[in-house]
């Protein structure tokens, strides 16, 4: 009991252990599930799900290895987010505001690790499903974020946005069809979530430039959008087919896509973070 109220009640200094405690339980429950779902077939059957991305299916309960484990890197930026954010004062304007907005992030970006190890693990057709799923989470969250602060709004715009964006990406995910470079409808959907949310924080860049809004960190912005820009232009390299692939390698370029996205992931937040009010602004969220 003691304990627990200390969990949850900030340091003198501001700092909490909450953040943590909540990403790293996330990250033990979601991996310990997927490599158990991995190991005994809960899934269903290999049906070549994510075979288009190069690596040849190994014998074994991991079908995918340099594709699979390089998910782990979403766990561990994951967890670095949460880090950063047991200290609410080194949260910036908004999401010192709303602290708990920060937690869900890092949670968002872990996910995205078992989400796709779903898919590369077990080719399975469910595993397809959760591994889009895991994406639409969180270009649903930077949509949404991006949204809530345009509109000087709360959280409820933020979650409003989020579930619209979700549920029609995985529409557009289960609908299908073939789009040219990006593969399908639920590729397309993800890439227009972000492009959407990257509109919306050039927005607000430029009402900070002119004084009407916080300041944002452009740099880490900037950074984040060229580390997925690098990721994308690597990914398209790591098809089945393409001259690059090496179906036997351990070194894939669609691992690499993995660990830069979430390093662009964790810049992202940084991005978010480093969020600082105009002195001559008087700025909330409601």
């Given at each position: ?9 900030p ?19 979601s ?42 890197g ?20 908004t ?9 869900a ?17 077990t ?6 499903h ?38 029609l ?50 740099r ?14 690597i ?15 351990l ?9 830069l996205?979430?390093v ?23």
């Amino acid at each position: 009991m003691c304990w627990a109220g200390h969990m949850s009640s900030p340091a003198p200094d501001g700092r909490t252990v909450r953040p943590v405690v909540v990403t790293a339980l996330t990250a033990v429950l979601s991996l310990a599930l997927v490599l158990a779902a991995a190991r005994w077939g809960w899934l269903g059957p290999d049906v070549g799900r994510g075979d288009g991305f190069c690596e040849a299916a190994r014998p074994g309960w991991v079908r995918q290895p340099a594709n699979n484990w390089s998910n782990l890197g979403f766990v561990v930026l994951g967890l670095a987010v949460a880090v950063h954010a047991t200290r609410p004062l080194r949260l910036g304007l908004t999401l010192g505001a709303h602290p708990s907005l920060a937690t869900a992030y890092a949670v968002l970006v872990v996910l995205l690790g078992p989400g796709s190890m779903a898919m590369h693990a077990t080719q399975s057709d469910v595993g397809g499903h959760l591994d889009l799923l895991s994406m639409f989470l969180l270009s649903g969250f930077a949509l949404g974020y991006a949204a809530m602060r345009v509109t000087r709004r709360g959280p409820p715009v933020l979650w409003l946005v989020f579930a619209v964006a979700v549920a029609l990406g995985m529409a557009a995910h289960f609908r299908g069809g073939h789009v040219p470079l990006l593969g399908h409808g639920g590729n397309a959907a993800f890439a227009a979530e972000l492009l959407g949310a990257v509109a919306l924080e050039a927005v607000l860049v430029v009402r900070g430039r002119r004084g009407a809004g916080p300041r944002q960190a452009l740099r880490l912005g900037l950074a984040s959008v060229g580390v997925l820009g690098l990721a994308f232009a690597i990914w398209t390299t790591g098809m089945t087919g393409h001259a690059w692939c090496r179906p036997n390698s351990l070194l894939q370029q669609h691992a690499a896509w993995h660990v830069l996205d979430a390093v662009a992931a964790y810049l992202l937040f940084r991005y978010y973070a480093g969020e600082r009010r105009d002195a001559t602004l008087d700025v909330s969220y409601k």
